[in-house]
Every structure is written in C-alpha cells, then in structure tokens.
C-alpha cells in the first residue's frame, strides 16, 4: 500500500454515501434498516444500511449508496459530492502486527494526523482503534477510524470514513456496522470444510426471515416472471436451496401443487410445514449423482417455493442443512 493511497484515506477500500457539501453541520444519522454481507473467502459478516450498493472480492468489501460520491475519496478536491464510507480488507501476512505497524506509519508520514489509539474488542478479539483526520484545503476535510483486527495470518482492517462533519453524522450508523462485525467460527478439527457448517447466519427477505449455514454463499439467479428469487450454494456447485415467490392467484397450496407438480419427474410426494403453513412437496432426480425436493406453500396469497439439490453421497448433511434452513422460515 503506497503513500498516495494512504494519504487518500484508502480510496480503494473505500465506498461512499453521499452527504453535504464543504463542512456544512449535518444531524446525527439515525440507525436503519441495515443488510448482511458475508464475505465468500474469508467468512467474515459485516451489516451496512440497507439499500447502499455494494462492490466487492474475496477479502475485499466497499458499499456505498449513490453513484460516483467514491470518486471523492480518490480526488478529494475534485467536483464529486461529499460523504461518508464502510470498508474491510483483509491482508494475508506472517506478521500481522507490523503490517499494521507499518500502514499506521505510512498514514503518518503522509501529513494524516492521527489521534490516539485505543484497544477495543471486536468480534471477542483485542483490536485497535486508530481515529485520524486529513486536511486537503481549507474546505475540504475527511475523518474516520481504521479499526485493526490481529489473527494469526491475517490483518483485518475495517474502516469508517467520510468528509466534512458527515463521519461525526454517521457515528451510530458506523458504530452498529462494527458491531455487527463477525468473524467467521472456527471449524471443529477433523470435520471436512466443504459441508455445510454446523453454525447458522440470520437471513432477511422482504417476505420472510429464515437462518442458513455460514458457509453458504449467495447467487443472484434470473428471476423471471417471479416476484422474488435468491439461492444459496454450499461448496460444490450441485448442492444449493433456492426460494421463489410467486402469485398464488387466490388458489390454495393444494391446487398450487396439482398446478405445478406435473413440471417434475416425480418420485414422491410428501407433506411439510414452512412458517406455519403447510406445503407439499415433490422429489425428483435431476442427475444421477443428484437428488431434490420442490416444496410449495401459500402464506398472504403469495407462493413461496423452495427448491434443494444436493450430492447424493452427501446426502444426510445437506437434508440436515436444508431442513433447519425450512423449519427456521418465519413468513413476514
């Protein structure tokens, strides 16, 4: 990481939501409704404001919630609007506390003035806080923190940002995201990584909440004619659960099932409940290596339809995941 970088706040960590012009006073920013992200390398979880947007990598996250106001952060002085940013990166090192020691050292000799470090705990790991603050004119300011988390091999750097008053402005907001920060649990010796993991993540969708294995990771499928679409995928691509919502056009779950069942190649039916609702199923065999169940229920004239694929000799791990991820759906 080079001066330049550093002296720009950590630009490319960095995404922005958009704020006040110059050092204009702007009130607290309340705490909303904030989303989950969950990293598909490392595993970390961090929540920001629902509907920023989001770029991110594998140990690399920025969010942001309007177009452009990112470009700020990388020309400070330049005709962009002001505002304020969440970010982690995380760097794979043997000496994680002189990495440390060294972008702290950076910053400083880049003419950004550093407040006082204080050791706080972050996700039940010692961490340090590190506040500082950068003048480019004498109308253009940015404050923030780098918080710094020590593993083993690993340097986590979170960091909360933004220009003029906007980072005091975003102070609860910042400090419910590094709240929710979580590292990811540690994997019991001997058991294989590719499974689903034994420790479940709270999900939310506008038409339910429901709890999933942390080391699934999300898709975005084609959603089609359906109102609502989102997958999770387990370690091997033939291992996923899917949930569609669609219009239940007034039927009940029994006839939405005649409806839809033809649509498989059938080798059983069965009965289930999802939320509270009763649902029927249908299990069919996509591949021969791979087996899946189609569950439908009606809750507020909606269909929700979850869909399960899994790898046939892995059989008993992925039902146990997939059955907890249904019976933990609460509909909204």
């Not at 400090?175 to 294989?192: E, I, Q």
Request: neutral net charge; glycine residues 8%.
């Amino acid at each position: 990481m080079n001066t330049k970088t550093m002296a720009l706040g950590a630009a490319l960590f960095l995404l922005l939501v958009a704020g006040c012009g110059g050092d204009k006073k702007v009130e607290p920013v309340a705490v909303g409704d904030m989303e989950e992200y969950r990293d598909p390398g490392f595993g970390f979880r961090i929540k920001f404001p629902q509907g920023w947007l989001s770029n991110a990598e594998v140990g690399r996250v920025r969010f942001v919630n309007a177009q452009d106001v990112d470009k700020k952060f990388l020309d400070p002085t330049g005709p962009y609007p002001n505002g304020v940013a969440i970010g982690v990166v995380v760097t794979t090192t043997t000496t994680p506390g002189e990495e440390r020691k060294r972008i702290v050292d950076e910053m400083a000799k880049s003419g950004i003035q550093l407040g006082t470090e204080e050791a706080i705990t972050v996700s039940e790991k010692p961490a340090h806080r590190v506040p500082y603050t950068a003048r480019y004119s004498s109308s253009v300011m940015m404050a923030g923190e780098h918080v710094y988390i020590e593993l083993d091999t690993l340097l986590y750097d979170l960091e909360f940002a933004g220009f003029g008053d906007l980072a005091t402005a975003y102070k609860h907001v910042f400090d419910a995201s590094l709240k929710s920060f979580a590292l990811p649990a540690a994997v019991a010796k001997g058991r294989d990584e590719t499974l689903p993991s034994e420790t479940y993540t709270p999900g939310d969708t506008k038409y339910f909440t429901y709890e999933y294995p942390e080391n699934f990771n999300f898709s975005n499928p084609p959603k089609g004619t359906f109102e609502f679409s989102m997958e999770l995928r387990g370690y091997r691509q033939d291992c996923s659960i899917r949930f569609d919502i669609f219009d239940a056009k007034k039927l009940t779950v029994e006839k939405v099932f005649d409806q839809n069942r033809g649509k498989y190649k059938a080798r059983g039916t069965g009965k289930a409940t999802i939320g509270g609702a009763p649902a029927l199923y249908v299990a069919y065999a996509p591949t021969p290596q791979v087996d899946s169940r189609a569950y439908f229920a009606v809750h507020n004239d909606k269909v929700l339809r979850v869909s399960m694929n899994w790898y046939k000799p892995q059989e008993k791990e992925y039902i146990l995941a997939f059955e907890k991820i249904i019976g933990s759906i609460t509909f909204k």
